[in-house]
């Protein structure tokens, strides 16, 4: 601690000079210097804060304007000393040095100012060498603990031990969530603590008197760092808070940025393969494992497609929902066992590069599990109604399963449109050509060329039909086949399907005009199946 003003009246050298106290204002500041006064007028050679040393002559003939002079001047006052015993001070200076806020006292024996001085310096010059000593260690803690990059807790504790002082992390909703209880059990320190910290603002610490800072970025704090007692040494307390603040706003800034960076880099591998930048599967591997990859025999492309309710108009709001779904891509297949590199290639649409689990059963049994689990975690997600899951070829190498991302892209938006909700996942043999007429069921020419092939059976509107015409072209036109599945006999059968060739004009024996019929069906299909979607 500093020496004050009543600490040097009360030293050994000074009590020789008996003392008399007139003024006993300022009396706990501490003294920033102590100057020996060899003039009348010191102002101009005072820079605030000190304690002056006199004798009665150097008062000069008037006091009174040497007083004010040291107020003007911004001291905390005198020492006089009188010097011979007949001399004494104007009683009018001891009520002006009270509203001047001065110390003022009169020693009626001479001393050795040097000897006051001296130890005095030396306490000073002490002092602020410790306080030096004390930024340094604390700058020290804090950055170590920051390039180590320490949990929260690990910071609160380190505020704590440093203070020798009990130190809470709280919220913006005043919930503690870490402490360091130094010197008192967590039950009193947290006794009734929402309530007191609320009644503790941060700029006076309330009427408790809590040292507080706030944690974060200016006008984006997120919680304060609390000492909550009174303490004398406040600005040592208030040091410590303020870079402890610091430290658990960079922890919480690396973390998030830390996220980011390690997605960008996963994100990155995959472009540098796809756009060609990456041909050389050592380095893609290597890059791919130091990323998280566990190496496997073979690597399956993996993409995620879903249907949200509602459009995001601002893309500021797309960008976060797609940072959230991939961040839910990424957990559940950590969480399944399984490892992979992950990116957001387009608007409600995750890529994944995924190394399975061999524990997991065989390949088909492990992606049917992960396929269930990532459309049970996503529909909990925000705004997500419907998710597929689609799966490429696997290959050995990771580049050529990078390139493998975009058939499972292919896969992923046909099957999105046909709308089978009960497979966990998809590959191109499960979408083929009905997956792709699904695809195209919204293209106008599309529908132009179904509307024309079905065109007299949809206008008569015989449904018996058109569902006949499908089975018939479901057993690739095997009539005694298509016989049995109706039960009905062959010359029924004949005469039907001949009212609808001439219906349509079509020969049904044709291998041409029976894969055309066949596409227009997937087409119809296609759109009967669409689902209305809330906007």
């Given at each position: 601690m500093a020496v004050t003003v009543g600490e040097v009246i009360a030293l050994?050298?000074?009590?020789?000079g008996q003392p008399q106290v007139l003024s006993a204002r300022r009396?706990?500041?501490?003294?920033?210097?102590?100057h020996v006064g060899g003039v009348a007028d010191l102002s101009s050679l005072l820079q605030g804060g000190e304690l002056v040393l006199t004798t009665a002559a150097r008062l000069g003939r008037s006091p009174r304007r040497y007083l004010q002079g040291l107020a003007d001047a911004g001291a905390l006052g005198v020492v006089v000393e009188l010097g011979a015993a007949s001399t004494r001070l104007p009683d009018t200076l001891a009520p002006l040095a009270e509203e001047l806020d001065l110390a003022l006292v009169v020693l009626h024996r001479q001393i050795r100012f040097v000897e006051v001085t001296e130890i005095v310096h030396r306490r000073i010059v002490a002092e602020q060498y410790d306080e030096v000593a004390f930024d340094r260690r604390v700058h020290e803690a804090f950055t170590e603990l920051s390039m180590k990059r320490a949990s929260v807790t690990s910071i609160v504790d380190a505020a704590a031990r440093i203070l020798e002082l009990p130190v809470v992390l709280e919220d913006l909703a005043h919930q503690a969530i870490a402490l360091s209880a130094h010197g008192t059990t967590t039950v009193a320190l947290l006794e009734d603590w929402e309530n007191r910290s609320r009644r503790s603002p941060t700029e006076d610490g309330g009427p408790e008197r809590w040292a507080i800072t706030m944690v974060g970025p200016r006008t984006e704090e997120w919680g304060r760092l609390i000492v909550p007692r009174h303490t004398a040494d406040t600005p040592r307390v208030t040091m410590v808070l303020e870079r402890a603040s610091a430290a658990l706003a960079l922890n919480r800034m690396v973390e998030r940025s830390n996220t980011g960076l390690h997605q960008q880099a996963q994100s990155g591998l995959i472009d540098d393969v796809l756009q060609g930048r990456v041909a050389d599967d050592r380095e893609a591997s290597a890059r791919a494992h130091a990323l998280g990859l566990r190496k496997a025999a073979r690597y399956h492309p993996v993409v995620i497609r879903v249907e949200r309710s509602g459009v995001a108009a601002d893309p500021v709001v797309a960008q976060r929902r797609n940072v959230a779904l991939l961040d839910a891509v990424a957990h559940t297949v950590n969480a399944a066992g399984h490892t992979g590199l992950f990116s957001s290639r387009r608007d409600g649409e995750i890529a994944a590069l995924v190394a399975l689990n061999s524990a997991r059963g065989g390949p088909d049994k492990a992606l049917a599990e992960l396929g269930r689990r990532l459309h049970s975690d996503l529909r909990r997600t925000d705004g997500i109604t419907r998710s597929v899951c689609a799966v490429g070829t696997p290959e050995a190498e990771v580049t050529d399963a990078i390139r493998g991302l975009a058939e499972a892209g292919h896969v992923a938006e046909v099957a999105l449109a046909m709308r089978d909700d009960a497979r966990p996942y998809f590959?191109?043999?499960?979408?083929?050509?009905?997956?792709?007429?699904?695809l195209l069921r919204d293209d106008a020419r599309v529908q132009r060329f179904a509307e024309t092939e079905l065109q007299p059976l949809l206008r008569a509107g015989v449904t018996a039909d058109i569902e006949m015409l499908r089975e018939y072209l479901s057993l690739a036109g095997n009539k005694a086949a298509l016989a049995q599945r109706l039960h009905i006999s062959r010359p029924a059968l004949y005469k039907r399907l001949a009212a609808i060739e001439d219906a349509l004009g079509v020969d049904l024996d044709d291998a041409e005009s029976m894969t055309s019929l066949a596409?227009?069906?997937?087409?119809?299909?296609?759109?009967?199946?669409?689902e209305p979607t809330t906007g």
């Open positions: 050994p050298e000074v009590q020789h009396w706990s500041v501490p003294v920033r210097w102590l590959r191109a043999a499960d979408v083929r050509l009905r997956g792709l007429m699904a596409v227009a069906l997937m087409v119809l299909d296609a759109r009967q199946r669409i």
